[in-house]
């Protein structure tokens, strides 16, 4: 294992940031998951959104803002290209004008990621995407935990009278048997809603649901140990919505909230999942037209750092 040559990321001393290839941190670029240990690959559709479009282009982007990380976390000392085989495997190719022909291409390019192993890290896309995901993943491991951070709880049952949509993917997923209901959890959900009952639905069917409210002013470092006290060595998969972010931090997304969470925040939460036994996460729903400074990108390509660095078998120079 230690002669194992492992994929590095393009180095800024060796091409200008600005130059190189157009993938996930510079990385090599792979035809198919074989031989990787985790793999980034991009969504990239917005057929599936209800409000500002522009979430297809958001593969394309965050792997451009993505540039400027480099190989090691200086803050928790992890070493993810010192200890897994990762390359950015492309885009699946969706079809943009059949929603539910798309869930199946989803379903099944996760799926095949799953069949070598390989941990997918999906770029999104707006959150549809999320349920044909979590099909690929209850084939492969069964039903799992979830760790959904959002300011929405996406578990309608219908949008304009179809059942699939960016907001109906967590129901879709529990009705499919999917997940573990009492090892969901929703955090950063806010805004307004048709009823009072908007957030119950997930309640009742056993999720923990975390309000945006009851994270203000705070470290969410306590709560983050609390769900993996709670999840133990389950299989677990995260999904993180960029609008969980106040629009202060993430404005480039098609539904903002305003009252989110801080990056802090979302790197705390993040960064606490090292440990868990997470098999795929996704970060959902950049929106580049709305995006002007490049911020949201920015954000969300560190965002998915951040998860590569708490997947397990990741090697910590303190360890």
Known sequence: MHNRQFNQPMGGNEMPRFGGPGTMMRLPQA?????LDACFVGIPMDIGAS???GTRYGPRQVRAESVMIRPYNMATRAAPFESLQVADVGDIAINTFNLPATVGLIRDGIARILEQDCIPLT????HTLT??????????HGPVALIHVDAHADINDTMFGEKIAHGTPFRRAYEAGCLKPDLVFQIGLRGTGYTAEDFDWSRDKGF????????????LAPLVADIKARIGDHKVYL????????PAYAPGTGTPEIGGL???QAIELIRGCRGLNLVGCDLVEVS??????GTTAITAANLLYEMLCVLPGVKYKDA
Not at 31 to 35: R, V
Not at 123 to 126: L, Q
Request: overall charge negative; charged content about 25%; proline content about 8%.
């Open 239 to 246: 999904s993180f919505d960029i609008d969980s972010l106040d």
């Open 262 to 264: 801080t990056i802090v």
């Open 131 to 140: 349920y044909p995901v979590l099909q690929a993943m209850a084939e492969k």
């Open 288 to 293: 580049p037209p709305f995006d002007t400074t």
């Open 123 to 126: 770029i999104g896309g707006d």
């Open 31 to 35: 035809a198919s998951a074989e031989g």
């Open 208 to 219: 923990t649901v975390v309000p945006a409210e009851e994270c203000w002013h705070k470290s």
């Open 51 to 53: 409000n500002r479009s």
